[in-house]
């Protein structure tokens, strides 16, 4: 039940570019480890990769929901949502409240 076997399999497949497989590894990593909001962050970027937008916004939601101190978890939504225009206000809302705890510029939107 340990996450660490999981992150390493990710960490292999993203050495070797499978990013679809190495999201599903750093999941399964943050389902044994649910307080490692990094796991999910990691899942999240390599959706992002791996060109699947919903599973990335998903993963970053799970990650702020276990720390919401973690930037790099409201970065990849404006990843996601690059385009001011069409972000959903939710996930505007989830943005400035990321920059509220956390302080990162990045986030002042």
Known sequence: WDA???ADLAHEAYDAQSY???AIYYEKAFKRDSTDAG???NAA???IWAQDPAGAERLARQA???DPLQAEA???LLRVYPDAATRPADVINLIRD???CTHDEELNI
Do not use: L, N, T
């Open 98 to 100: 990321g920059y509220a």
């Open 39 to 41: 796991y999910a962050v």
């Open 4 to 6: 660490k076997p999981y």
């Open 64 to 66: 702020i929901q276990a």
């Open 74 to 76: 409201y970065k990849v």
């Open 45 to 47: 970027i390599c959706c």
């Open 20 to 22: 679809a497989q190495a």
